[in-house]
């Protein structure tokens, strides 16, 4: 998997939003509409509108700086995603009754690196590597800690949206436990 040295990384700000909001609004907000709101909820939303109400509640964790992660572009274009963020930003996680019942160890700097997105057209064209080493730095530049990922073992748990275990492997995370049938914890200390 080569990396495409013509790919550039920003952080998604207020600024960067309509890169963001194009490249979801594309592919029909991704995955049902989520918008990537799925982990900043501790709990589901089940409603008609929930696809409209994701996007602008992501435009609202945005502007509010509650929202973190990294757009790839290729030229102008942005073409890649990876959502990021500390625990309490993202606490969807812990309320899953897989994770609960792993008791890990509890750290007071955790960060979580829940969901990857890439463009059809990029796929398989190292978009999500490039995504994942610019969270890893900006995770740093945030004041590092302890990151936390949720590959996927199996092509059941769809890697597309949580990447896999060998491109985590790849920035020296391990694994730490099963998760679930379908993904592991993996994490790495960022200084």
Not at 58 to 68: I, T, Y
Not at 86 to 103: C, F, M, S, T, V
Not at 140 to 157: D, F, I, M, N, S
Request: hydrophobic share 35%; net charge positive.
């Amino acid at each position: 998997m080569g990396r495409d040295p013509s790919y550039t990384t920003r952080q998604l700000t207020p600024g960067t939003w309509p890169d963001f909001e194009k490249l979801f609004a594309k592919h029909g907000g991704v995955q049902a509409g989520c918008w990537c709101m799925f982990y900043h909820r501790p709990r589901p939303i089940h409603e008609k509108e929930r696809a409209s109400r994701n996007r602008r509640d992501k435009r609202a964790f945005v502007l509010a700086r509650r929202s973190h992660g990294i757009l790839v572009y290729a030229g102008r274009q942005a073409v890649g995603w990876c959502q990021f963020g500390p625990r309490e930003d993202l606490p969807r996680i812990d309320a899953g009754r897989n994770y609960r019942k792993l008791a890990l160890p509890e750290t007071r700097k955790l960060w979580r690196i829940t969901c990857f997105f890439v463009d059809r057209d990029y796929r398989r064209k190292g978009v999500a590597q490039v995504a994942l080493r610019a969270a890893l730095q900006a995770i740093r530049k945030g004041g590092g800690g302890l990151v936390e990922a949720y590959p996927a073992t199996t092509p059941r748990a769809v890697a597309t949206w949580f990447g896999s275990v060998a491109m985590f492997e790849r920035e020296r995370f391990r694994q730490v436990a099963v998760l679930g049938k379908s993904n592991v914890v993996m994490r790495r200390r960022v200084t």
